[in-house]
Structure formats: structure tokens, C-alpha cells
């Protein structure tokens, strides 16, 4: 007997990937959209636990893991891009970053 | 209801005020604040569950690490002071609208699934080892060593190309 019924988790990280997606979406700060990234990838990580409790198999928790992994090297290039832009550029606001727009 | 299932909404309540605090919030430094609880709460909601090892590292690399990285940008780039007030645009509208509907049909499907799909838990040895570090371990090292082997490439990829990126001159 599961102590939390499996729609309920998975409704939890829904609500958090659409967090973070509005995040990505709405907000203009490079950093702010970076964490928006990492509450999408955390959605995904609860997901994967959600259906691993469910079914008994611990391969999800070793999906989770490698998840957390590639979110660390995600975070640490990404936030490399962020320093070298703002060196350049003098701003991490994604409006006034448009030399790669048409 | 059981103290499990009590606590799993208590968290999952503050995990969602935390979360909406980090896309609300004015300055970077309140948001990364706030994502800091959200990994916090997040762990509490794994380690009910029954995922203790994922639970540990939630907190080791994400509360942790990653966080440490978010706030060292943040101080180096010296973002303290807030924004101005966001202007609303058709993009920005369309966009919220899009992730507001795209989670209203995922909770939507979500909810069609057996709430106790498999009754695999009333094997009791089993619920117990299950998601501790020894069976997470076991399989980690077994199973896919090949993938784990090259998760620690990846990461030595990363610092390489992070220096690389991040420096002004090598």
C-alpha cells in the first residue's frame, strides 16, 4: 500500500515543471531562467521517483541520479556562458541580448 | 490519513509556494533563496517516497553544490538590487498561457492512473530495501557502470569547458 496515491505525486511535479516552464517563459534575468531549468529538471527527477515507488523498481532512483549529474554539469557550463556573456556584453538580461535574433 | 501521506502534502504545499517564490520573486538573490527551500522541500517529498539515496543527494548536490554555484554568480555578477516591474507582451502572455495549459492536460491525464497500480509494497522485505543506498548501490555498479563510467566523463567534460568558457584568457 503506497502512503500517497500516485496521481497526487505526479500532479505535484506537473504543477512544478509548469513553474518553471512560466519561469523560462516570463522572466528576463539569464540567472533566474537558469534556476526556472533546474525546477523543470527537479519535476523530471520526482517523476521518475513517483513511478520507481510505484512499480517497485529501482532503476528510476538510477534514472534520478544521472538526471542530478547532467544538472550539475548543466549548471556549471551554463552558468560559465552566463560570466563570459555578462564580461562582454555588460548585461545578463535576455531583451537586450540580440545579436543572435533576426 | 497517515502521517506519511500528511506530511507528503505539507511538503508538497511548501514546495510549491517555494517554487511559484523563485518565478515570482524580484531580485535573483530572493529566487535562488527560495530554490534553496524548494530542493529542501523536494527532499522531504523523495525520502517519503522511499527514496532515501536520491533524497541525500538532492540535498548534497542541488542545496548544496549547485546552489553554492548560483550564489557565487550572483554575488560576482554583484545582481543584488531588484528589478524593475515586468512589462506584459504578447509573447510573455501566450507563453504563461501555454505552460498554464500544457499542466492542465498533463494533471488531467496524470489523473486517469490507478492510484495503487502494482501491490508490490505489502512484501514487506522488500518495501524496506527498497531505495536504500546498498539496492540503489547494487544496481548503479552492476547494471549500468558503462552509463555511471561516463556520467564522470561528462562531468570532467563540464569543468573543462566551463574554465575554458568562463576564462578571459587562457
Not at chain 1, 497526487?8 to 531562467?33: D, E, I, P
Not at chain 1, 534514472?63 to 564580461?87: C, D, K, M, Q, T
Not at chain 2, 517516497?49 to 542541488?62: G, P, S
Request: glycine content about 6%; proline content about 4%; hydrophobic content about 60%.
Amino acid at each position: 500500500m503506497l502512503p500517497v496515491p500516485l496521481p497526487h505525486t505526479l500532479a505535484l511535479a506537473a504543477v512544478l515543471f509548469c513553474l518553471g516552464m512560466v519561469g523560462v517563459m516570463v522572466r528576463r534575468n539569464a540567472l533566474v531562467v537558469f534556476m526556472c531549468v533546474e525546477l523543470m529538471l527537479n519535476a523530471a527527477n520526482l517523476t521518475f521517483l513517483a513511478f520507481a515507488q510505484a512499480h517497485g523498481d529501482t532503476t528510476g532512483h538510477v534514472s534520478a541520479f544521472f538526471v542530478i549529474a547532467v544538472a550539475a554539469a548543466e549548471a556549471s557550463v551554463g552558468l560559465a556562458i552566463v560570466i563570459a556573456v555578462f564580461r562582454s556584453r555588460g548585461t545578463v538580461n535576455l531583451e537586450e541580448l540580440k545579436t543572435m535574433k533576426h | 490519513m497517515s502521517a506519511e501521506a500528511l506530511l507528503f502534502y505539507v511538503f508538497a504545499l511548501c514546495t510549491v509556494v517555494s517554487a511559484g517564490a523563485v518565478v515570482l520573486a524580484r531580485g535573483p538573490m530572493t529566487s535562488a533563496m527560495s530554490l534553496v527551500a524548494t530542493f529542501f522541500f523536494l527532499a522531504g517529498v523523495y525520502a517519503l517516497l522511499w527514496a532515501h539515496t536520491i533524497a541525500v543527494l538532492q540535498v548534497l548536490v542541488y542545496a548544496g553544490a549547485i546552489m553554492v554555484l548560483f550564489l557565487f554568480v550572483i554575488m560576482l555578477l554583484s545582481m543584488t538590487e531588484p528589478e524593475p516591474a515586468m512589462k506584459l507582451n504578447v509573447a510573455r502572455v501566450v507563453g504563461a498561457l501555454s505552460a498554464v495549459g500544457l499542466g492542465a492536460a498533463l494533471i488531467a491525464s496524470f489523473w486517469k492512473l490507478p492510484t495503487q497500480p502494482m501491490g508490490w509494497a505489502e512484501d514487506s522485505a522488500r518495501a524496506a530495501a527498497f531505495g536504500t543506498l546498498k539496492t540503489v548501490g547494487e544496481i548503479i555498479y552492476t547494471r549500468y557502470l558503462l552509463p555511471f563510467e561516463s556520467v564522470s566523463l561528462l562531468l570532467l567534460a563540464a569543468i573543462v569547458g566551463a574554465v575554458v568558457v568562463a576564462k578571459p584568457r587562457i
